[in-house]
């Protein structure tokens, strides 16, 4: 059973997604208490594969209330928990020239905190305002259909 957490729509609009991955988070005890609250911003966030982990930047965990002393930096390097053949596959696809790796979604299954990431290549200008005008139409007829 999974329950969706944060998405990062943001990321659907900048980027074309080619390729996902589930990955796990390292975390602390008052970060996975946070994240269950939903206190996640995944929108600047992006992974970095560094030696041979992979490491997720930028992502504001909020601190946890109760957490006390104890609560870490909200904004601290990660790691994710991958097989060494999907980091490979991230480094070399990363290391083309116009691709990175955006945190897409970061989920519970089960009982443990996962993250969807993306293998994603920038959008332009004009691949923007088509997707936007393919979405408004896509939306039109959905509602034309919907009144017939």
């Given at each position: 059973?999974?329950?969706?957490?944060?998405?990062?729509?943001?990321?659907?609009?900048?980027?074309?997604?080619?390729?996902?991955?589930?990955?796990?988070?390292?975390?602390?005890?008052?970060?996975?208490?946070?994240?269950?609250?939903?206190?996640?911003?995944?929108?600047?966030?992006?992974?970095?594969?560094?030696?041979t982990?992979?490491?997720?930047?930028?992502?504001?965990?909020?601190?946890?209330?109760?957490?006390?002393?104890?609560?870490?930096?909200?904004?601290?390097?990660?790691?994710?928990?991958?097989?060494?053949?999907?980091?490979?596959?991230?480094?070399?696809?990363?290391?083309?020239?116009?691709?990175?790796?955006?945190?897409?979604?970061?989920?519970?299954?089960?009982?443990?905190?996962?993250?969807e990431?993306?293998?994603c290549?920038?959008?332009?200008?004009?691949?923007?305002?088509?997707?936007?005008?393919?979405?408004?139409?896509?939306?039109?007829?959905?509602?034309?259909?919907?009144?017939?």
């Amino acid at each position: 059973m999974e329950k969706t957490v944060a998405v990062n729509k943001k990321a659907y609009h900048e980027y074309f997604v080619e390729e996902t991955f589930e990955a796990g988070v390292m975390l602390a005890g008052s970060e996975v208490k946070s994240i269950r609250r939903g206190s996640v911003n995944l929108k600047d966030g992006f992974v970095f594969v560094k030696g041979t982990a992979a490491r997720l930047i930028n992502v504001h965990i909020a601190p946890y209330d109760k957490g006390g002393y104890f609560n870490p930096d909200p904004r601290r390097e990660r790691i994710l928990l991958l097989n060494k053949r999907e980091i490979n596959v991230l480094r070399g696809k990363a290391e083309q020239k116009g691709y990175t790796i955006i945190p897409l979604r970061l989920y519970f299954k089960d009982a443990l905190v996962k993250i969807e990431i993306g293998l994603c290549k920038g959008k332009e200008l004009h691949d923007k305002r088509r997707s936007i005008k393919e979405r408004d139409i896509k939306r039109d007829t959905e509602r034309q259909i919907k009144e017939i």
